[in-house]
């Protein structure tokens, strides 16, 4: 199972799991959607896993923990005032029926981290359909470095960002890519998407490399002049 959970005004709040098993769930903005969610599927919880320390995606952990207060909540150092129970910064995760990949995806943050479980990538604001994120604290070298790191993984890989920004990053990426055919023939699908109130999420690596312009640039000067376009696009 697979869920985006909608939350705040473009925010995913995604949870994963098997099948008969306990959930996991990656970022919590807010407790609005999720919380009946849970209760209506009667799922439980094997732990929460933060990206990073934006309140778009803590906002909401003081009031999950009310509800449950022994679940684990791992996120990094940086997380740690925002509810964080487990510090982890890279390594592996094992929790019930799961083993977690931790990768360290600094550069919208310093400490940024994306999550690998199952073939799923969990990646915040790290990487988005056909974009990436806004470097804030972390640097533009952290940026592209971390985007590198996760260009290796498997073209199946599904990728399951934050937010839903799909649509905006096509019309940037159309703008600024030479070969535009596989951008034109999703941005179809995307539209017919959200016009129907369907997440354009997830997505997957292998697609991806064709859309998406920041996997493209082979150069931190490459990414850096895209990511400075975007920016005021």
């Known amino acids: 199972m697979l869920t985006p959970i909608p939350a ?45 320390k934006h309140h778009d995606h803590v906002g909401g952990v003081a009031a999950f923990k009310q509800y449950f207060p022994n679940v684990p909540i791992y996120g990094t150092d940086e997380c740690a005032e925002q509810g964080a129970t487990n510090i982890i910064n890279e390594g592996v995760i094992s929790v019930a029926n799961y083993t977690i990949q931790v990768i360290p995806t600094g550069g919208h943050t310093e400490q940024h981290v994306s999550y690998l479980v199952d073939g799923y990538l969990f990646c915040g604001d790290v990487l988005f359909s056909a974009g990436c994120g806004r470097v804030f604290t972390g640097n533009y070298e952290q940026m592209f470095q971390s985007l590198q790191r996760l260009n290796v993984l498997p073209a199946e890989t599904k990728i399951c ?24 023939k999703h941005r179809v699908l995307v ?7 369907h997440p354009s999420l997830p997505t997957t690596l292998e697609l991806e490399r064709q859309i998406n312009p920041f996997l493209q640039a082979e150069t931190l000067d490459e990414f850096k002049a895209l990511r400075i376009a975007k920016d005021t696009f």
């Open 191 to 197: 539209e017919k998407w959200r016009a129907e109130n």
């Open 8 to 52: 705040l005004n473009d925010n995913y709040i995604w949870v994963y799991g098997r099948e008969n098993c306990s959930v996991i769930v990656i970022d919590i903005p807010e407790i609005i959607n999720l919380l009946p969610f849970l209760q209506e599927k009667q799922l439980s919880v094997a732990a929460v896993l933060l990206t990073h």
């Open 161 to 184: 960002p934050a937010h839903e920004y799909t649509l905006n990053n096509l019309i940037f990426a159309e703008s600024v890519l030479k070969e535009k055919s596989a951008v034109k």
